[in-house]
């Protein structure tokens, strides 16, 4: 059972200083505290930074005394994170979970985790390679993908576009839908429907 | 496998216990002095004595170390319940680096549960305002409520977890009381409690470098306990020998290792030493197994002797051919003779030792049987002269005649690996190797001769026998036990010191020679003096601890300072614990695979 009342504060406590720490949790939708959605904006002084991450979080059963299971739904260029899946290789997600760390202390440590990679424990075999050998290419694949995926226009567009698709429309229609409105989800929609 | 050879001591003890003055009586062997027999250092822990064997091991180190039992334990688990080791690192490195390590808090609250009142307390896991009495806080300091910890514990327990729950608060490394583990859960989940319970009495048969579970099958229940030396091997009370080190039957003088190799070894080639019986005829002269090159029926072997393959005798070289009926190739080349190429070489080699070993091995399975016509040669020369005689060397020569065929066949897969280019190729020249397989030959066939002498006079009909050809028998028994023994401590020795003793790396060692055979796993006995009891509360009175789980956890620590004798209490006393809360005789993942 998901200690129901617990998630609830979480957010609570979360989002009451979203403003300073950029760092917001927001339900997935529908009324089930147990599929969230988190955005952390990616650090300064890195190849993420003016990015924003959004972060699919699962509430197992067990929580809080299992881990939450996160991964990115923005596609992003890190060793300890697939480019592929958006799966995190993080311990305190795995064995490290301690039940007195929360949501948002598990986010704050990904965030911590895009400014300072370990490469030695990588999730991304590629990236981590790429990382170790020639950082200046990393760098920039990275600021790339923190560009073509990460900013805000992107990070917008991206997030109508999966719900437009989750109710059912073709990604190709939507997008062309989104393009013809100006990026308004509900004017899309209506277009879509018509 | 049925290869396997394994002296049952059940019937050995029933051969004897019917005539109690022979135990210990064998002084016409080589032991001239009789010495009482002195209780084995390797002891059998049934699922009665596992808890007091964990406890006298905890005691030692709560005594030394001073504190409390939970501790003690988390201590000895980390250390792989290695007393010693844990007992050097506290020299070495001092009291905190262990206890860090092994995540035992250096500091307690003392008085743990002295600030905690009726007031209500935030848990930082659910977030919630409780009540003072319902939190609970842990050596480390850290303080939760016992919703919280009780869920923390559960998934710890069902993840397999419970020699090491660590506190809940992040990054603490330090390990939860397990009292209040017990007392918490059992409360929410009994079964729970008591799989805890079990994985904490096992972690001393799991994590302990000196015990095992007996490898019977279906299982018997025992582990064995070895003092100083895990090279050596053990007969359980069940009957069972086995190698302690690896757990296989017990295969001194081979080394685990060589061993390991040889069962590979013998069922990789079974297919093929078959397809050999069937295609190949021993060659007359050498015995070596040869293979019939095309349809022609006059083979030679490596040795250079020809033969006829129809009747197997030996042929001259140059012609008789024609007297071989239906035999057309004319045609005989004798470079197939020189060119036997290398695997087949090595075939030959491992089937020579094979042979060696299935023949001693066949020959042991046969003179089991012997068991029954000794003893009803023995009642026939008991009625024969019934003025109590002794008839000790027939026993006495029956079983010295089992311990050194066994000693005899695994002298071959040890030899094959010893002398062949698999192990040790590099570590010896050719030469020495020569000399070395000489000097070791020399050994294992004198030995050899005289197993064969000592099988051929247990064979004979003696009972029947005159009584001065009678006396001749008994004597030459008796010799010949005398010899073989020998001549088995000779070979184990220039196993130990010329030929591994020698190696540059010494991992292959050898369960050391006994005379009288393996040694018995004996029961464990456990004597507490009453001053260990009062040393450290082992569990703290005002702990919420109630129902079976402490009455069965209790016994050895608390109350039983009146006890002077050690056995007598143990079973009534261990009958609850066994009973009433659960079966130990089988390992935990057994029970769980069910
Ligand atoms: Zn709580
Ligand atoms: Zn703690
Ligand atoms: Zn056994
Ligand atoms: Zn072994
Ligand atoms: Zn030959
Ligand atoms: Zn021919
Ligand atoms: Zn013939």
């Known amino acids: 059972m998901v200690d129901i009342a617990r998630v609830q504060k979480e957010l609570q406590e979360c989002n009451k200083d979203k403003d300073s720490s950029g760092i917001s949790v927001k339900l997935k939708g529908g009324n089930t505290l147990t599929h969230l959605v988190g955005s952390i904006p990616g650090p300064v002084a890195t190849p993420y930074e003016g990015g924003t991450f959004i972060i699919d979080i699962v509430i197992p059963d067990g929580y809080p005394f299992e881990p939450p299971k996160m991964q990115f739904v923005t596609r992003v260029w890190h060793p300890n994170i697939s480019s592929q899946s958006g799966a995190i290789c993080l311990d305190i997600l795995k064995k490290e979970w301690s039940p007195a760390l929360t949501i948002k202390t598990a986010l704050l440590s990904i965030q911590a985790l895009l400014s300072a990679p370990e490469p030695d424990d990588p999730q991304d075999a590629v990236v981590a390679q790429q990382y170790l050998k020639d950082y200046r290419t990393f760098a920039s694949t990275a600021r790339y993908w923190t560009e073509a995926y990460a900013k805000s226009s992107s990070v917008g567009i991206e997030e109508k576009v999966q719900r437009l698709v989750e109710m059912g429309f073709p990604e190709g229609m939507v997008r062309d839908a989104l393009n013809a409105v100006g990026g308004d989800e509900n004017a899309a929609l209506e277009k879509l429907c018509s | ?594």
């Open chain 2, 1 to 594: 496998m049925d290869d396997y050879i394994n002296i049952s001591s059940e019937e050995e003890d029933e051969c004897f216990s019917d005539r109690e003055s022979y135990d210990g009586l064998d002084n016409e062997e080589s032991d001239s002095q009789w010495v009482p027999p002195k209780p084995s250092s390797i002891k059998v822990i049934t699922k009665e004595s596992i808890l007091a064997a964990q406890k006298e091991d905890l005691r030692r180190v709560m005594e030394l170390v001073s504190l409390r039992e939970h501790h003690a334990r988390t201590l000895l688990i980390y250390y792989r319940w290695d007393a010693e080791k844990l007992f050097s690192v506290l020299v070495e490195k001092g009291k905190s680096a262990l206890f860090a390590q092994a995540g035992v808090p250096l500091v307690e609250s003392l008085d743990p549960d002295t600030t905690l009142s009726s007031s209500m307390v935030m848990c930082n896991i659910c977030m919630e305002e409780v009540s003072g009495w319902e939190v609970t806080k842990m050596d480390c300091g850290h303080c939760f409520c016992n919703n919280c910890w009780t869920e923390h514990f559960i998934v710890k327990i069902n993840e397999g977890q419970s020699k090491r729950i660590r506190c809940m608060a992040h990054k603490c490394s330090s390990i939860c009381d397990e009292a209040v583990i017990r007392s918490l859960v059992s409360k929410r989940h009994p079964d729970l409690a008591e799989k805890f319970e079990r994985f904490l009495l096992e972690s001393y048969i799991e994590d302990n470098k000196m015990v095992k579970w007996c490898p019977s099958i279906p299982h018997c229940g025992n582990a064995i306990r070895v003092e100083d030396d895990e090279f050596c091997e053990v007969e359980c009370t069940c009957g069972l020998q086995f190698c302690f080190s690896c757990l296989s039957e017990a295969h001194s003088p081979c080394s685990c290792c060589m061993w390991e190799l040889w069962l590979k070894k013998c069922r990789d080639e079974s297919e093929t030493v078959n397809w050999l019986t069937v295609h190949t005829k021993p060659c007359p002269k050498c015995h070596k197994p040869v293979e019939k090159n095309g349809g022609c029926n006059l083979v030679s072997c490596i040795c250079g002797q020809c033969f006829c393959w129809l009747c197997g005798a030996a042929t001259g070289r140059d012609h008789t051919w024609s007297s071989i009926s239906g035999h057309s190739c004319g045609r005989f080349k004798e470079d197939v003779v020189k060119n036997s190429e290398r695997a087949k070489r090595d075939l030959y080699r491992y089937m020579h030792y094979h042979n060696m070993y299935k023949a001693h091995t066949d020959s042991f399975k046969q003179e089991s049987t012997l068991r029954e016509t000794i003893r009803e040669k023995v009642e026939n020369l008991e009625k024969r002269d019934p003025s109590a005689r002794d008839f000790t060397w027939v026993t006495n020569g029956l079983y010295r005649l089992f311990r050194s065929r066994r000693a005899l066949s695994y002298s071959y897969p040890f030899a094959f690996y010893m002398f062949g280019d698999e192990l040790f190729k590099g570590e010896m020249t050719e030469k020495e190797r020569e000399i070395k397989q000489n000097l070791f030959e020399d050994q294992q066939q004198q030995l050899e001769s005289n197993v064969e002498k000592l099988s051929k006079c247990i064979e004979e009909p003696f009972d029947q026998f005159p009584e001065e050809e009678l006396m001749n028998t008994r004597m030459q028994v008796i010799n010949l036990c005398v010899i073989t023994d020998k001549l088995c401590k000779k070979m184990y020795e220039c196993i130990e010191n010329d030929l591994l003793g020698s190696l540059l790396f010494g991992i292959h060692n050898i369960a050391p020679y006994h005379s009288k055979g393996i040694e018995k796993a004996t029961e464990l006995t456990v004597c507490h003096t009453s001053k260990a009891c009062n040393t450290g509360p082992a569990i703290k009175p005002d702990d919420d601890i109630n129902g079976c789980t402490l009455e069965s956890y209790q016994p050895s620590g608390s109350g039983s300072s009146d006890q002077s004798g050690c056995s007598s209490r143990k079973r009534p006393r261990m009958e609850n614990f066994g009973g009433a809360f659960f079966d130990l005789n089988l390992p935990a993942e057994v029970m769980e695979g069910n």
